[in-house]
């Protein structure tokens, strides 16, 4: 027996506030803005974004449940796990797939600033204007997730492919 086989994990943490629960109506409203905005997208690109966004924000809950929705629509766990250091790891990824987790961190980390032109113009070039404003929409909408995730404590492990969809 492995001394990890002994090892005895930390303990789960409780969720803060069942959310969902207490504005079901929000809750409806992001899982139909949610389903709104990857329309058009290719599931695997759409979760790499949710991924990317997530570990960004340090959302435990969204990467257990997006690293799990990526599986299951046939993303490899090499590209899932080379997602955290994509710059260092672009031959993993398309060139649009490039542009969209670019485009995904300037969204995402509004604090630097603006979202650069280069950026803004390098999804503009692998996007048409329809699918980039999915794109657009679908960042945004991750990022709604994980506020509401990480500022409510939800518990991340418990999900299963699909559940929510």
């Known amino acids: 027996?492995?001394?990890?086989?002994?090892?005895?994990?930390?303990?789960?943490?409780?969720p803060r506030l069942p959310w969902a629960q207490h504005a079901p109506e929000v809750y409806r409203a992001m899982v139909r803005l949610d389903g709104a905005a990857r329309k058009g997208l290719?599931?695997?690109?759409?979760?790499?974004?949710?991924?990317?966004?997530?570990?960004?924000?340090?959302?435990?809950y969204c990467l257990d449940m997006h690293t799990k929705d990526a599986l299951a629509a046939g993303e490899s766990i090499q590209r899932i796990v080379q997602l955290s250091a994509w710059e260092e790891s672009k031959h993993f990824y398309t060139?649009?797939?490039?542009?969209?987790?670019?485009?995904?961190?300037?969204?995402?980390?509004?604090?630097?600033?603006f979202v650069p032109d280069e950026v803004y113009e390098r999804a503009a070039k692998q996007f048409d204007e329809v699918q980039l404003t999915q794109l657009i929409a679908s960042i945004i909408v991750i990022n709604s997730w994980n506020r509401f995730a990480v500022t409510t404590r939800m518990v991340p492990g418990h999900y299963t492919p699909g559940q929510h969809g």
Not at 45 to 56: D, G, H
Not at 95 to 113: F, H, K, P, S
């Open 1 to 14: 027996m492995s001394s990890q086989e002994n090892a005895e994990y930390a303990p789960e943490h409780t």
């Open 42 to 60: 290719d599931a695997k690109l759409f979760e790499l974004v949710k991924i990317r966004a997530s570990q960004l924000n340090h959302c435990a």
């Open 95 to 113: 060139e649009q797939e490039i542009a969209a987790i670019e485009l995904t961190e300037a969204v995402t980390v509004l604090t630097d600033g």
